[in-house]
T-cell receptor, first 113, second 115 residues
Framework: AQSVTQLGSHVSVSEGALVLLRCNYSSSVPPYLFWYVQYPNQGLQLLLKYTTGATLVKGINGFEAEFKKSETSFHLTKPSAHMSDAAEYFCAVSERSGYALNFGKGTSLLVTP | NAGVTQTPKFQVLKTGQSMTLQCAQDMNHEYMSWYRQDPGMGLRLIHYSVGAGITDQGEVPNGYNVSRSTTEDFPLRLLSAAPSQTSVYFC??????????????FGPGTRLTVL
């Protein structure tokens, strides 16, 4: 069975600083990996996804993630944080395309002026 | 396209009452799922469906029923509401085939309080 661990339930960065949100997965087969963002009182929006092929995945709003099979990681980064990036971020894994997801517990990102 | 729609947006129930959360999608997606979101727990899968007439249990199915009579609709029924079912419920849908991994599209959620 697949699972996801997100390190750090809360991350605080200054505006303009690097954003790094960590995600490690376990899967018995090559995984499909996703990052979703949730703004307060809203639903989930897809940031980016890894399926196969290129290990560096670019998403919306300047975010990107690198798939490292040897480390079973899929960390999310953004070079320069904006105030509007403050939200809850979820990493998720699936073993089949389109199938239901296993989510991490989420990381709340706070951006300070 | 409206995408994934959920009704109601908010609901308050008393312990023991039953109700149905509605979910519909207009993207002709084969897969549909229900999740609940609780603080510090992420999203947990309740039930899912891979097509009309086919459903299966997820991680936390107790106290919930589902059916899938059409491709578009996937209602979630609470049989006898309990305070532990106070949560935010999300419905999602996705394609089953095609190039690349297919992401799930989420509805706006239903916030349920059980007193």
């Amino acid at each position: 069975a697949q699972s996801v661990t997100q390190l750090g339930s809360h991350v605080s960065v200054s505006e303009g600083a690097l954003v790094l949100l960590r995600c490690n997965y376990s899967s018995s087969v090559p995984p499909y990996l996703f990052w979703y963002v949730q703004y307060p009182n809203q639903g989930l929006q897809l940031l980016l996804k890894y399926t196969t092929g290129a290990t560096l995945v670019k998403g919306i709003n300047g975010f990107e993630a690198e798939f490292k099979k040897s480390e079973t990681s899929f960390h999310l980064t953004k070079p320069s944080a904006h105030m509007s990036d403050a939200a809850e971020y979820f990493c998720a894994v699936s073993e089949r395309s389109g199938y239901a997801l296993n989510f991490g517990k989420g990381t709340s990102l706070l951006v300070t002026p | 396209n409206a995408g994934v729609t959920q009704t109601p947006k908010f609901q308050v129930l008393k312990t023991g009452q039953s109700m149905t959360l509605q979910c519909a999608q207009d993207m002709n997606h084969e897969y549909m799922s229900w999740y609940r979101q609780d603080p510090g727990m992420g999203l947990r899968l309740i039930h899912y469906s891979v097509g009309a007439g086919i459903t299966d249990q997820g991680e936390v199915p107790n106290g919930y029923n589902v059916s899938r009579s059409t491709t578009e609709d996937f209602p979630l029924r609470l049989l006898s509401a309990a305070p532990s079912q106070t949560s935010v419920y999300f419905c999602a849908s996705s394609r089953s085939s095609g190039v690349g991994g297919n992401e799930q599209f989420f509805g706006p959620g239903t916030r349920l309080t059980v007193l």
